[in-house]
């Protein structure tokens, strides 16, 4: 199975600052017959389901502000939130979905300071 | 627009199965697969397996083989997920979600979640 960890497991940012979130799995998440990273980050609020943010590592889906950005390859990739909101206060998860099992990271808990 | 039901909370005793439901509407039901995640109370996401829609394949995480039968009937366009022998472990949050994989946006939309509660 593909291994995801994340760091930090929290932090804390001011409103209007940027939060960085790490994730790396444990083997490359690349799929090769289509040259795209299957690794996907997820925003849950308290009470909610999982709401989709980016997929293939650096796309943004429909609708989600583009202060959201996604990076990497190979096995390290990366979560910016360029200006952070209220709104954004959540856990924050990435997946892999290159391989079944599909596997989640722990998450990240990103609260206002 | 794309829509996710699923059946309402649960409590059941340990032994016991139980069934979840989740009623898909606002596209081709038959066009992606659906996966089942579980959420423990405060814990992260696990994933339980998918269902090919097409042909009705289910695919299960190694934990949960032998104990979770993903269904489908694709006259009212619903999935199902069973699981016996529960155990209080079980307890947790249960949601669907659509598989467009294949397609890049891995899971993008989910139901509202199922608690279920594996108490005596």
């Known amino acids: 199975d593909i291994v995801m960890t994340q760091s930090p497991d929290s932090l804390a940012v001011s409103l209007g600052e940027r939060a960085t979130i790490n994730c790396k799995s444990s083997?490359?998440?690349?799929?090769?017959?289509?040259?795209?990273?299957?690794l996907a980050w997820y925003q849950q609020k308290p009470g909610q389901p999982p709401k989709l943010l980016i997929y293939?590592?650096?796309t943004r889906e429909s609708g989600v502000p583009d202060r959201f950005s996604g990076s990497g390859s190979g096995t390290d990739f990366t979560l910016t939130i360029s200006s952070l909101q209220a709104e954004d206060v959540a856990v924050y998860y990435c997946?892999?979905?290159?391989?079944?099992?599909?596997?989640f990271g722990p998450g990240t808990r990103v609260d206002i300071k | 627009q794309v829509q996710l039901e699923q059946s309402g909370s649960e409590l059941k005793m340990p032994g016991a199965s139980v069934r979840v439901s989740c009623k898909a509407s606002?596209?081709?039901?038959?066009?992606?697969?659906m996966a089942w995640v579980r959420q423990a109370p405060g814990q992260g996401l696990e994933w339980m397996g998918w269902?090919?829609?097409?042909?009705?394949?289910?695919t299960y995480a190694q934990g949960f083989t032998g104990r979770i039968v993903l269904s489908l009937d694709t006259s009212v366009s619903t999935t199902y997920l069973e699981i016996s022998s529960l155990r209080a472990d079980d307890t947790a949050v249960y949601y669907c979600?659509?598989?467009?994989?294949?397609?890049?946006?891995?899971?993008?939309?989910w139901g509202q979640g199922t608690p279920v509660i594996v108490s005596s």
């Open positions: 979600a659509r598989d467009r994989r294949a397609a890049g946006p891995a899971y993008d939309y």
């Open positions: 606002g596209y081709i039901f038959n066009s992606y697969g």
């Open positions: 269902i090919n829609t097409n042909s009705g394949k289910p």
């Open positions: 083997q490359t998440v690349l799929y090769t017959s289509t040259n795209k990273h299957y």
């Open positions: 293939w590592a650096s």
């Open positions: 997946q892999q979905y290159s391989l079944n099992p599909i596997t």
